[in-house]
């Protein structure tokens, strides 16, 4: 009897788990580009979106505090 409870509980958490999941994906899928006024916005305040410039050899990875 417990190892069939446990089973359907199981078997429960990760059907919910699932449903949640496609919930949350579906509704990030829906979100809309941002506008060009946007993206003239968002890089002004955080500036241009450039890749960091690779580690120097030798150089530390702990900032300086």
């Not at 409870?5 to 979100?31: E, G, P, Q, W």
Request: positive net charge; aromatic residues 10%.
């Amino acid at each position: 009897m417990s190892r069939d409870l446990f089973v359907t509980v199981v078997v429960s958490v990760a059907v919910s788990f699932a449903a949640t999941m496609l919930i949350i994906n579906f509704r990030d899928s829906c979100k809309p580009a941002l506008t060009k006024e946007q993206q003239a916005a968002r890089e002004r305040f955080f500036g241009p979106s450039n890749e960091l410039p690779p580690i120097k050899k030798g150089q530390e990875m702990r900032p300086r505090w």
